[in-house]
Nanobody
Framework: QVQLQESGPGLVKPSQTLSLTCTVS??????????WSWIRQPPGKGLEWIGH???????HYSPSLKSRTSISRDTSKNQFTLQLSSVTPEDTAVYYC??????????WGQGTQVTVSS
């Protein structure tokens, strides 16, 4: 059974860096040839793809967020991490990690609320 679990601060101040970790169990982020994605849903809006990391470690980001986004991984812990810099209140959202490319995700974490506020 594949499970993903997001973790990280629920409150981030404007201009700071949002950092979230996704812990994966039941699969390997470094051997299974799939993408591992970060997706978010702002209040009252639809899902927005942020980016993904391939099992090789290569990354790809949404053009609209690319300048502020970094996705990395710790294969020893089977975790991958999202960092989003210079956050504003518009970055307030429920953040999800998932297995699979955008539109093809088959397993999702439960999501974690992140609020950007001073």
């Amino acid at each position: 059974q594949v499970q993903l679990q997001e973790s990280g601060p629920g409150l981030v101040k404007p201009s700071q860096t949002l950092s979230l970790t996704c812990t994966v169990s039941g699969d390997s982020i470094s051997t299974n040839p799939v993408y591992w994605s970060w997706i978010r849903q702002p209040p009252g809006k639809g899902l927005e793809w942020i980016g993904h990391i391939f099992y090789t470690g290569s990354t790809h980001y949404s053009p609209s967020l690319k300048s502020r986004t970094s996705i990395s991984r710790d294969t020893s812990k089977n975790q991958f991490t999202l960092q989003l810099s210079s956050v504003t209140p518009e970055d307030t959202a429920v953040y999800y990690c998932s297995r699979g490319a955008w539109g093809w995700s088959d397993y999702w974490g439960q999501g974690t609320q992140v609020t950007v506020s001073s």
